[in-house]
């Protein structure tokens, strides 16, 4: 068993960490396992499914394909960095208000790439945001909810601009 | 149409939502433990062995390793099942499956466990093995159980089917086979437990029903029902697999034995190599009409293959054969489904419970009986639908909440324009256009057995509310309708009701959240508890107020009197008086829907007290050189009886359309070949059609509020609009799921559209 160790400096939900990790674990195991951040899931461990996504430096990732030591220097955002103390993100608001959470364990994956979508794209049509989503395999709602609510989140100026 | 209402009919907000937006909820494999060890199981090396020897020392002495089990561990009946019990937990002298597991490790960590599950030494014997239901019904083949090769055979016989046949205008025979289909839910399966202070094994798991689990927990281990709690996880969607005993039974092994916390989180590979499967079937159909096109004459002989145990097998051939005839009303009917074992990881439950199956076969007849005879898809199907008075195949009355017509009367519009607009118009030389329908009946409940639920609904002096339910939330939202439907009752808000879900320790006995069965059965526990609770309060309340008990209404939180909104009573201070009195605040509630078991001969009998009904019409377009479907629009119209909660409804809709586009068109579980995400597609986002969703209610005098179910009707009527679609697209016909490239590519070619088409 490979026990070489690494340590990383990252900006995880806008708090800089600096932590000592094994080489060879997921970013997805260094934000579930030693950040205890249960929010980010894996669904396939494979990069099929879409459940562990995360942002990068803005970018959604699969952190299952991600090494933790690749964290290194970045600025990373999890589900549980999306809403602000108490309040909800209008993006969480528009998915509860129209009913595009069933199970909830795609959800955090979900709103983590819509989330980094919407700051790179600021008034995608229905087939764009169906093809930024296409990466998250949700089995219970048939995903038509979900587009529902990325499309009146973009009618909601706070959920723009990668606010 | 729900105007009387507060609380029913309204889309409120989900039950949880808050948390599973901020990935809050805490799922089997996220639950906090101190330092619990990793279970893991060693599985067969051969799909049919007999156990010679099973060889742990070397494992043992693993560094990290904490106990290794095997059967001879298992101090109770070593026999899974809910319906027919033939799986042991680990095996004894002998192997069925790939999935069978031999031996269960326990320790510090993931490396230390496979190291010790290869270092277990298992001798066998091989045997031949049977993987094809028809050769294993061979004389000669393999046995693979001691009481032969065929689980169960479900017969549903009505009239003479002969004589039909006789009189018949047009006869159409043909095959239609379906495959195997991994359930997929996001969550793969996952458990974690600990043993309390009392000796207790509390496990959470993710799981379709925690009082099942309980049961067969009990059973394995021979230990007192206050000895295991199961509660429920938050589940990440079940859709059938998770009604098994996945991981729950290795917990609660490891427990028994080491005392220690301890988890198991099932690996994407582990989920499809160990649990169940969609039965898959072969369907040899025979159908005959009269001239008009009414359908005189079924006769169905089916097998499904269920792979090395039961599961649910038994449900699916029943469930399967009482659904052949379709939603249509036939005079002869000679319907037989025959579960049989084969060396194939098990098949049980997954949503339809064989009506899905069967609704490709029924659903491709009408079409070619229409085309046949010169008539619509659409006017055959209204030609012979059921309705209030018909007889189904068992011989039921069908006496009310038959919604089948309106369903077609709703779909009529799109189909007409669609036949106009879409199929009329090709956007490319290289692409043809369909339009195709798909319609289904399907039985709320288990068939033709008992199948109550309980709750209990309690309130506290002060007035607030709690209701107790067994009924196992898998996102579907069964929890927010059953506290919708307390609310109602109670003229209370939904948010004023705290609900205790799925904990053995805290509630009783719902059943399993499958059959599509919660809203119907559970809806009315619930009901029926509440009603309890609000007599109560109302007999406080005549007291108070002077008036005759029949003009009190429970709204806004106050008992006050129909017609005089100023005189009222809190309920906070009438349940303060009740208890000070030393009466009861606390009330339990049960359902049973009225069924008569099935005549194990003619299948005659009441196997369900109320049906859904839907019709779903798909617009496809066919890429006639590569074979790809795109699914443009389904418009789906189901007769729910009464939707508690609309967009839920709408939910399932496009959950089960888009489960749907996937078992016509893309999946196909196949042992040893699919072995993880990357071998098995399920649609993405790109993948599922515009969804329009007509909900039709055609209320059912048993129903809470008039509501039957919708889960698994959703899906049921997907696939055959989309097959039917494709055939009118191409003017050619697939008779095997999926519809996949290669099998679409072939149609296309067959049917001479493999190049330009000539305008």
């Given at each position: 068993m490979n026990q070489n160790t690494v340590q990383i400096e990252f900006t995880i939900n806008g708090k800089k960490v600096t932590t000592n990790i094994p080489s060879h674990v997921t970013a997805l195991h260094v934000i579930r396992e030693i950040m205890g951040l249960k929010g980010s899931k894996e669904g396939c461990g494979i990069g099929e499914c879409g459940a562990c996504t995360i942002q990068v430096d803005d970018k959604a990732v699969n952190s299952c394909l991600m090494l933790g030591a690749q964290l290194h220097n970045r600025d990373v955002m999890t589900i549980e960095g999306l809403s602000k103390e108490k309040k909800l993100h209008p993006l969480q608001e528009k998915f509860i208000e129209n009913h595009a959470v069933q199970c909830g364990f795609c959800t955090p994956g979900l709103l983590m790439s819509t989330h980094a979508f919407l700051k790179e794209n600021e008034n995608p049509d229905r087939q764009e945001i169906t093809r930024a989503i296409a990466?998250?395999?949700?089995?219970?709602?048939?995903?038509?909810?979900?587009?529902?609510?990325?499309e009146a989140a973009l009618q909601d100026e706070s959920c723009r601009g990668g606010e | 149409m729900n105007k009387k209402y507060r609380s029913v009919g309204r889309s409120i907000r989900k039950k949880g939502g808050v948390e599973k937006v901020k990935g809050d909820p805490v799922f089997a494999g996220d639950i906090e433990l101190d330092n619990p060890l990793v279970l893991k199981v060693k599985r067969s090396a051969y799909a049919h062995a007999l156990i010679r020897n099973i060889n742990t020392e070397e494992a043992l002495k693993i560094d990290g390793v904490k106990g290794v089990f095997t059967s001879k561990d298992i101090p109770g009946v070593n026999l899974l099942g809910i319906i027919n019990r033939d799986q042991p937990l680990l095996a004894e002298e002998r192997v069925r499956s790939l999935a069978d597991g031999i031996a269960l490790v326990a320790a510090e960590t993931e490396e230390a466990a496979q190291l010790g599950i290869?270092?277990?030494?298992?001798?066998?014997?091989?045997?031949?093995?049977?993987?094809?239901?028809?050769?294993?019904?061979?004389?000669?083949?393999?046995?693979?159980?001691?009481?032969?090769?065929?689980?169960?055979?479900?017969?549903?016989?009505?009239?003479?089917?002969?004589?039909?046949?006789?009189?018949a205008y047009s006869i159409i025979e043909k095959e239609y086979t379906t495959s195997a289909i991994e359930h997929n839910y996001m969550e793969p399966d996952a458990g974690a437990g600990f043993v309390d202070e009392d000796g207790c094994l509390v496990i959470y798991a993710s799981t379709q029903n925690p009082h099942y689990d309980h049961k067969e927990l009990v059973s394995l281990f021979a230990l007192e029902d206050e000895n295991v709690r199961i509660i429920q996880a938050a589940t990440g969607g079940g859709f059938g697999s998770k009604l098994d005993l996945n991981v729950q039974g290795f917990i609660g092994l490891a427990l028994l034995h080491l005392k220690v916390p301890v988890r198991y989180v099932y690996s994407r590979e582990e989920a499809y190599l160990a649990t169940a499967k969609r039965h898959p079937f072969t369907i040899k159909i025979k159908t005959a009409t009269d001239r008009d096109g009414r359908l005189i004459a079924t006769r169905v002989r089916a097998v499904c293959n269920t792979g090395a145990y039961g599961s649910y097998g038994i449900a699916v051939a029943s469930r399967s054969a009482v659904h052949g005839t379709g939603p249509y009303s036939v005079e002869n009917v000679d319907i037989e489904v025959k579960c049989v074992y084969t060396n194939q990881t098990y098949c049980g439950a997954m949503r339809g419970f064989g009506a899905p199956q069967m609704a490709l076969a029924h659903e491709s007849q009408m079409d070619l009986h229409a085309e046949v005879l010169g008539i619509d898809p659409l006017a055959i199907r209204l030609l012979n639908g059921l309705e209030v008075g018909s007889l189904s195949g068992t011989g039921q009355l069908l006496t009310s909440s038959v919604g089948f017509k309106d369903c077609l009367h709703a779909i009529a519009p799109y189909y007409e324009e669609a036949k106009k607009s879409w199929v009329s118009t090709c956007s490319t030389p290289f692409k043809r256009r369909g339009v195709g329908l798909g319609a289904m009946w399907y039985g709320i409940g288990n068939t033709g057995v008992q199948n109550p639920s309980t709750a209990r609904v309690t309130m506290e002096p002060d007035g607030t509310v709690t209701v107790f339910t067994g009924c196992a939330e898998l996102g579907q939202g069964s929890t927010t309708v059953l506290c919708q439907i307390v609310a109602e009752i109670l003229g209370i808000s939904p948010d004023e009701i705290s609900m205790v879900v799925g904990d053995t320790r805290y509630t009783t006995n719902a059943g399993a959240t499958s059959a599509s069965r919660q809203t119907y059965i559970s809806g009315n526990a619930v009901k029926d508890a509440a009603e309890s609770l609000a007599n109560v309060l109302l007999t406080e309340a005549v007291n108070r107020l002077q008036v005759p008990k029949n003009t009190l209404v429970l709204e806004n939180g106050e008992v006050t009197t129909t017609g005089n909104p100023d005189c009222g009573i809190g309920i906070a201070v009438l349940a303060g008086r009740i208890h000070d009195k030393g009466g009861v605040l606390s009330w339990q509630g049960y359902f049973d829907p009225?069924?008569?078991?099935?005549?194990?001969?003619?299948?005659?009998?009441?196997?369900?007290?109320?049906?859904?009904?839907?019709?779903?019409?798909?617009?496809?377009?066919?890429?006639?050189?590569?074979?790809?479907?795109?699914?443009?629009?389904?418009?789906?119209?189901?007769?729910?009886?009464?939707?508690?909660?609309?967009?839920?409804?709408?939910?399932?809709?496009?959950?089960?359309?888009?489960?749907?586009?996937?078992?016509?068109?893309?999946?196909?579980?196949?042992?040893?070949?699919?072995?993880?995400?990357?071998?098995?597609?399920?649609?993405?986002?790109?993948?599922?059609?515009?969804?329009?969703?007509?909900?039709?209610?055609?209320?059912?005098?048993?129903?809470?509020?008039?509501?039957?179910?919708?889960?698994?009707?959703?899906?049921?009527?997907?696939?055959?609009?989309?097959?039917?679609?494709?055939s009118s697209a191409l003017n050619y016909r697939i008779y095997d799921l999926p519809a996949s490239l290669e099998r679409v590519l072939e149609a296309s070619i067959q049917a001479g559209h493999f190049g330009v088409q000539e305008e």
């Open positions: 990466g998250n395999l949700c089995r219970c709602t048939g995903y038509q909810q979900i587009i529902t609510s990325i | 290869d270092a277990i030494h298992v001798e066998y014997e091989k045997l031949p093995a049977v993987f094809n239901p028809v050769e294993a019904l061979k004389d000669g083949a393999p046995k693979i159980h001691a009481k032969g090769n065929v689980l169960f055979t479900r017969a549903v016989l009505k009239g003479n089917a002969d004589d039909g046949f006789e009189k009225e069924t008569v078991p099935l005549d194990p001969k003619t299948g005659a009998g009441v196997p369900y007290a109320t049906y859904a009904f839907a019709c779903q019409m798909a617009m496809v377009e066919v890429d006639t050189l590569t074979g790809e479907v795109t699914v443009e629009k389904v418009v789906a119209a189901h007769d729910v009886g009464r939707a508690i909660h609309p967009e839920n409804v709408v939910g399932q809709i496009c959950g089960g359309v888009a489960m749907g586009v996937g078992f016509a068109l893309m999946e196909k579980f196949e042992q040893g070949k699919t072995e993880s995400m990357k071998d098995y597609h399920i649609p993405t986002a790109s993948d599922v059609p515009e969804v329009v969703a007509i909900i039709v209610e055609s209320e059912e005098p048993t129903g809470p509020f008039g509501a039957k179910g919708v889960g698994e009707p959703a899906l049921i009527p997907t696939a055959p609009a989309v097959i039917n679609g494709i």
